[in-house]
């Protein structure tokens, strides 16, 4: 909950910022900000960062790293260049079979490793890959939300940078609030209820967002606090 927090009030600032720096200074600026940033978070970080050397014998799983590495580039290509030249385009196709070939290198890698990078035992356990699968079907959406709602306010409702990146910290603020609130939360009600809760709010959000160029901004920020 408090990293979660931390990641909120980053959030809150950022897309305000990155509007008004994209104005200012242009594209290339919200880029070039990332550089001092990430050194001054190295810097802040080594005086409190304390090695722990694990316990056993373990060896870590190079080469299942590097096929899981190359399987997701694959895939990211292959979705990134579908939506510019179809889904029939050769490199397309060619991308989806290569990330099939390391996916299927993968699975039999770690299973014939004794500390593999991906533990299956894990999928085994219902609450996990339940849990895995609807935080990847969450994300997908949410982070779709995150990439178009600035196109939208900007290009078709004819909003500022500015406006566009604020109607993000619409859906930030009450994402701070409620991770502050998880340990009460949890200790409440059960997970599956939370589950429950958030996916009918996501699903409220995106009913409410679907009729955006009908009504406004109004319906982008309700859809955003949902």
């Known amino acids: 909950g408090a990293i979660s927090s931390v990641w909120g009030i980053a959030a809150l600032i950022g897309p305000g910022l990155g509007g008004y720096m994209t104005r200012a200074f242009g594209w290339p600026s919200i880029f070039w900000i990332n550089i001092p940033l990430g050194l001054l978070c190295a810097v802040l970080l080594q005086p409190a960062w304390v090695d722990r050397a694990p316990k056993g014998q373990g060896r870590t ?11 997701s580039g694959a895939l990211l290509g292959a979705f990134g260049v579908a939506g510019r030249e179809g889904w029939t385009d050769p490199g397309v196709l060619w991308s989806f079979g290569v990330a099939a070939v390391l996916l299927a290198l993968l699975v039999v890698v770690e299973r014939r490793r004794p500390d593999p990078f991906l533990s299956y035992d894990l999928y085994r356990d219902r609450l996990f890959w339940t849990g895995a699968a609807t935080g990847v079907c969450a994300m997908i959406c949410m982070f779709g939300a995150i990439l178009h709602i600035p196109l939208l306010v900007v290009g078709e409702l004819g909003g500022s940078l500015e406006k566009g990146g604020l109607m993000l910290t619409c859906m930030m603020a009450p994402w701070m609030v409620c ?41 982008v920020i309700v859809a955003m606090v949902l």
Not at 61 to 71: N, P, R, V
């Open 61 to 71: 799983d190079w080469t299942g790293a590097l096929l899981l590495a190359c399987a």
């Open 179 to 219: 991770s502050g609130m998880t340990r009460r939360l949890l200790a409440r009600y059960s997970v599956r209820r939370l589950a429950a809760a958030g996916m009918l709010s996501a699903l409220a959000a995106y009913a409410v967002l679907a009729t955006a160029t009908l009504h406004g901004l109004s319906p």
